[in-house]
């Protein structure tokens, strides 16, 4: 009875080692669609390009509420949001070099102050000024499309500039909705914003990865 006791343990404690080997070389390899279709490097630069731009809206929209209101973290806030669109430059630069990332800086940074002048025209009810810098603030939208499009050839001139212009569309939205003191509408322009600059980010994102394969290999 002992001997057949102790086989019957060594039998069980076999079974216990061996079959978890077993189960591990028949499991079924995931689904197509579950398999990794992109590098760690890739997800983690798209990721990093998608929190930029989001950094740029949320500190665009703060920007706002502090200018509309003379609030006095409006200086603060708003060196916070140029400190963004460095940081955007530089995302760029191990691609394109400290020159076009410095050059990009410079012209979203254009883009803020600009901004900027155009709520405190939108504020004073000046409609000369407010005419003036809008056109600025679009031409340098353009100017935007023209320099990105000419780096890279994935990006399309004509789909960057609807993008940014839609995007200066939606700030106009937010500004007016402030003015108006329409609460609903500013939480529209911003949700639509989260949307679009997302967008944004990852038609830049996917064209950089696209045109440097080899930075991101797996």
Known sequence: MKKL???????LLSMVLILPAISVQAAPPPPPNQQQTMSESAHQFKFNLRRLWMEHLIWTSRYIVSTEANLPDKQVILTRLLRNQDEIGNA?????????????????REHILLAGKVLEAAKANNQADLKKYNTAWFKNADDMATFLSGANPNWDKNTLRQLLHAHLKMVTDSVTARLKKDWNGDVRAFDEGEIHLMKIADVLSEGIIKQFPQKFKF
């Open 5 to 11: 006791t102790k086989k019957f343990t060594v039998l």
């Open 92 to 108: 760029i630069k191990p691609f394109y070099g400290e020159a076009a990332g410095n050059k990009l800086a410079k012209m979203l």
